[in-house]
């Protein structure tokens, strides 16, 4: 995978340059991740810092660029867009809704 974006890729609001940019941050995330767990544990405080405080903004860029930018390109894609499908599929929720019934948990009953 090539993990190197062009400027206009970074910057860039079309659905392809958004799934390639959230793929590159994870691939990071995961890089730095390999990095942390290869530190020797106890080692010094103060070596530790860095790599975490990178390996945390990855992940926080990482994690933000599906609900924010990704959904959101989603959603304004046209009805005849190649992407419908995956737009649709992200307005489905995780689980099917199930309605609450109090008698279930024996806290009402009907009389």
Request: net charge positive.
């Amino acid at each position: 995978m090539n993990a190197i974006l062009s400027t206009a890729q970074v910057h860039s609001k079309s659905l392809p340059d958004l799934l390639n940019k959230l793929l590159v941050a994870r691939q990071e995330s995961l890089v730095l991740f390999q990095k942390l767990a290869a530190l020797k544990p106890f080692a010094l405080a103060t070596s530790i810092h860095p790599p975490l405080r990178r390996f945390r903004q990855a992940l926080v860029d990482y994690l933000a660029l599906g609900p924010f930018e990704v959904y959101e390109a989603l959603e304004e894609q046209p009805a005849e867009s190649p992407y419908c499908r995956a737009r649709d599929l992200s307005r489905r929720p995780l689980r099917p809704h199930r309605p609450h019934h109090p008698d279930r948990a024996g806290l009402s009953r009907p009389l």
